[in-house]
Structures are given as structure tokens and as C-alpha cells.
T-cell receptor, first 114, second 111 residues
Framework: DSGVTQTPKHLITATGQRVTLRCSPR?????VYWYQQSLDQGLQFLIQ???????AKGNILERFSAQQFPDLHSELNLSSLELGDSALYFC?????????????FGSGTRLTVV | EDQVTQSPEALRLQEGESSSLNCSYT??????LFWYRQDPGKGPEFLFT???AGEEKEKERLKATLTKKESFLHITAPKPEDSATYLC????????????FGPGTRLSVLP
């Protein structure tokens, strides 16, 4: 157990629908990162939050949004889902500096859009 | 454009057969190069951070090295439990705390 908790583990939904993925960071970590991993794209950075505020944005689609709550858990909202959104979605957390220890990843949410 | 590539894409070794995985990068202002191990259906697990050319780090059967353009992950006398995908990632000066990940090398160690 890495200490980063992601729910649900698996999600199957239809095109056009909206889903919410949840992440609880490791105790004491203030930063939360969301990554998408698909077979053809590898791990792609989506967005980072630090202590409730958006810190950095990567290749995140406009149909996707995220937030970090006062208790530091984060949610990734995916709407108007398309078949191509099927992927593993990982959340990671870190203390303020990542250089020495990198990120700690959760075990991911596997999203299947049918 | 910053880029991280890894080779080979896949590698099959016999137990005890040592080898190396390569990570090549082109970024400006490298702050750190990271190696992760990922088991199927799980999140990547942090292995090493390397900061500057010439640096080496070791952990059990794994040894990571860094030059100005690439990093190697040497696996000595691997065991079947070393089978996983090995990812490298770079952090550059203009990335903040974010990484660019390579596509990974899928390692299979046969008993």
C-alpha cells in the first residue's frame, strides 16, 4: 500500500457520460498530480494541485476538470466521455519538493468507455 | 521539444542474465532523472533519482547511471520477480514539480 488511495478501481461507462475519480493523497503530502496512461501514449501529465490551488496544467482536455478540497483529497471529473478516454488514470502525491523522492502513485482507476 | 525515449521497448532475459535498459533525453536544464518500476495494473513505484552526469545509485540488483544525454538501468543477475515495466522520467527547470515520462521498457525474466 503506497498510502495514496484511488477510488473506484474500475469504472465502465457509456460514451457521453460523466464520471468522477477520487484520490486521497499520502498523509502529509500537499501536492496531488493526475496522470493518464493509455497503451499508445504512455503516462501523460494532466494537472497538479498544491494545497487546494491549481499549480500546473498539462495535456488536459477541456472536458476534464479537477479540484482539491480542504482535506487535500482530489477529484478528477471527466465529461462527455469518448471511446478514446478509456485509460488508466493515476493520482500521485508528493511533499513540496519531488526531487529526492519523486512521486508516490496510487494504484489507479481503470476507465472503460463503451 | 523536450523528449524522453527508452530502449529497448521490450526485453526478455533468462534468470541470471545481466543486461541494461537505456533512457535518452533531450531537455534544457535537467533537474533530475527518475527511474520507476511499474507492475501490470499498478501505479509506478519510485526507484531512483539522479541529479548530475557521473552519478550512480544502486538498489539490490539494480544500478542506475547518468550521463549528459542518457541514463542506464543495469540489472545484474535478474530474478523473475524483477519482471515489470521500467519507466524513466525527467524533471527540467521549467517543469515545476512535473515530469515527462518515457514510454517504458517491458522486462520479462524467465526462470
Amino acid at each position: 500500500d503506497s498510502g495514496v488511495t484511488q477510488t473506484p478501481k474500475h469504472l465502465i461507462t457509456a460514451t457521453g457520460q460523466r464520471v468522477t475519480l477520487r484520490c486521497s493523497p499520502r498523509s502529509g503530502d500537499l501536492s496531488v498530480y493526475w496522470y493518464q496512461q493509455s497503451l499508445d501514449q504512455g503516462l501523460q501529465f494532466l494537472i497538479q494541485y498544491y494545497n487546494g490551488e491549481e499549480r500546473a496544467k498539462g495535456n488536459i482536455l477541456e472536458r476534464f476538470s479537477a479540484q482539491q478540497f480542504p482535506d487535500l483529497h482530489s477529484e478528477l471529473n471527466l465529461s462527455s466521455l469518448e471511446l478514446g478516454d478509456s485509460a488508466l488514470y493515476f493520482c500521485a502525491s508528493s511533499v513540496d519538493s519531488t526531487l529526492n523522492y519523486g512521486y508516490t502513485f496510487g494504484s489507479g482507476t481503470r476507465l472503460t468507455v463503451v | 521539444e523536450d523528449q524522453v525515449t527508452q530502449s529497448p521497448e521490450a526485453l526478455r532475459l533468462q534468470e541470471g542474465e545481466s543486461s541494461s535498459l537505456n533512457c535518452s533525453y533531450t531537455v534544457s536544464g535537467l533537474r533530475g532523472l527518475f527511474w520507476y518500476r511499474q507492475d501490470p495494473g499498478k501505479g509506478p513505484e519510485f526507484l531512483f533519482t539522479l541529479y548530475s552526469a557521473g552519478e550512480e545509485k544502486e538498489k539490490e540488483r539494480l544500478k542506475a547511471t547518468l550521463t549528459k544525454k542518457e541514463s542506464f538501468l543495469h540489472i545484474t543477475a535478474p530474478k523473475p520477480e524483477d519482471s515489470a515495466t521500467y519507466l524513466c522520467a525527467v524533471q527540467a527547470a521549467n517543469y515545476g514539480q512535473n515530469f515527462v515520462f518515457g514510454p517504458g521498457t517491458r522486462l520479462s525474466v524467465l526462470p
